[in-house]
């Protein structure tokens, strides 16, 4: 349970280079009193937890930190303000391996090795011996002191223990050539993960360097250069031709092709000027724009999409969740076989110990999980970055792998298969009058637009325009509200007034066959048809046509050869769903009610929902997977368990592509890490392969599967 007065805190720890490391942290400071809800980032670098009052203090916790042998300092809230947070990446830390503690342990233990190596070519056998010590004792010094302080805060099987007593062992029945590989060998997994490690990183990071570091501020009409963090909403700044926008923020002069690509992944420049939005990080190509800051640059798009990434982390996958579990008993059962192989041979069957005991301790190594443990959190880092370049948003490693099974995509509508801006294309008078007279039409769009004054749906809008480019001032209306599925009703002119489906205005008894037959005809020519009414009579049909998307048909196709059914759900008529769905070879489901969508979404069971996030945020919530889409990134970056930055409805089948490759690319990073230990756990029983072999191949495992991960970074999901 969770206290009111407890805080959460979040700091950055460095020198993590695999997910033993994480969880190693993560049990260590669970243990402490006053601390919770644990969650430690690999690829983020993060710890966050929540302390109560009166228990750990914060100096305790960084203090166990750093005696398990990690970086650790505060993050977030203890910046400096007009910093931004998510900026201050591991960039400015990033060291050279040779600079780094394990890189110097590298070095001095291979000279050391080298040394023995040449005494023994050289010298009477027997003179490496001390320089062989030397180099186990130095090499293994810094990983026993973190096997004791992880043994003090209550782990005795880590990956430092079973080495350390790997090594011991190993000089203890004279194998001191051996120790010393084995010692030389770890430290360079330890760097060589490190930099794979952070490899995977760089994608995160990369995102962080599109903003640029400083903008032009004026004041006063003079310019000066400023450090883009300390922008504030409202001030203006100037943005060269081909520089980089230095804030999100509204254009007030010029007007200039714009490239997002940084930020949505869309990679046709679009012009745009004075009073369009404009993100951080994207190009401006042609001509000098002034613009005035609409976002504090830690809260800009691009530092939500950053935070999205990081945070994503701790939506962990299934599959990883398993595999967690898997290594938590594996690593003690290794220890437990190892312990047999030492014991029972030379006890029951009068075997020689030193034999076995050799044979044991390079199982002891083949039980570091390493390899095992990183093989998920790599792949999701890399495929997380991937997608965040090219403007898919996953909140991470659950979503993907939903997403990778999901047998059906379900569609809303408008604003999603259509580009969401209908417009009034027809009035219709009603069956009884020969034709639209100019008082009609007047009071036509002078009731609709009263009635819609208030409402954000889509259709409310067109209406409103239309009224408006008319000139038509719709009379005042009170009592406003939306009747959800079915249309929109007020108080206008004293008595009530409907805009409605014609479905609402036939059960309304306004409606005669030949209104309807005027709707249908309408309707099946794409339009949606709404009826403007009163109690007692109707006003006329109003007909409004929307665009559907053009590469809408396309993702359809490709869906279809992703093996996905792709369905439309929409509260629009049949008739008008046809002619929508018609073209672009989907099944449709039509006049559904908000309810109604709900339940068709949960009876298709492994289903994603895509819509523009405004009115069908219940409905991406119902789904298992719910996908905004569109350029209006606000809500939907928030609301939903994926986002799709640019308006490209291919964008779905290439998150499909997307998750499917990640979890790929999982088993294959499964498949290796199983595979190799279980072949030298054989081999090392047998005595055919000893120790040094053992822990290169847990060092070797645990690059490969990196590397491999780190391919996905550069998976292209739009190509079929
Ligand atoms: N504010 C409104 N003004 C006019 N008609 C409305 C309004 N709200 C709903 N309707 C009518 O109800 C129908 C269903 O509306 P709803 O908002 O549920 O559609 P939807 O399923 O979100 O649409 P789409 O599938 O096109 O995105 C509309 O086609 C329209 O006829
Ligand atoms: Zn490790």
Redesign the pocket.
Known sequence: MRDERAERVEWTVTGMDCAACSRKISAALGGMPGVGEVSVGLMAEKLALTLQPGGASRDQIEDAVRRLGYGIEPRGQAAPPDAAPVMQGPAERDQSWHRSGKGRLVILTGALLALAWAFELLAPAGWGYPAFLLACAIGVAPVAKRAVEALRMGQPFTIESLMTIAAIGALFIGAAEEAALVVFLFAVGEVLEGVAAGRARDGIRALADLVPKTALLEVGGTTREVPADSLRIGQVVLVRPGDRIPADGEITEGTSGIDDSPVTGESVPVTKGPGEGVFAGSINTEAALRLRVTRAPSDNTIARIIRLVEEAEEARAPTERFIDRFSRWYMPAIVAVSALVMLVPPLAFGAEWGTWIYRGLALLLIGCPCALVISVPASIASSLSAGARRGLLMKGGAVIEAAANITHVAF?????L?MGRPAVTGLTPPAGQVELTASIRTELLATAAAV?AG?S????RA?LDSAAEEGIAPPPATDAR???????TAIVAGAPAF????A?ALEAGVLTDRDMQHAAALETGGS???AVYRPDRLIGLIGLQDEPRTDAAEAVAQLRALGVGAV??????PR?AAAIAGPLAMDYRAG???EG?LAAIREMGAVMMVGDGI??APALKQAQVGVAMGSGTDVALETADAAILRDRVTDVPALIRLARATMGNIRQNVAIALALKAVFLVTSVLGITGLWIAILADTGATVLVTLNALRLLRFRPEKT
């Open positions: 809303d509508k408008t604003g999603t259509t819609e409402s749906h889509p259709l409310a209406i939306a009747i959800p599925g079915r249309g929109a805009v409605a489906s014609p609402a949606t048809v709404v439309m759900l929409t509260g629009d008529n008008t559904m009610l908000p969508k009115n069908d």
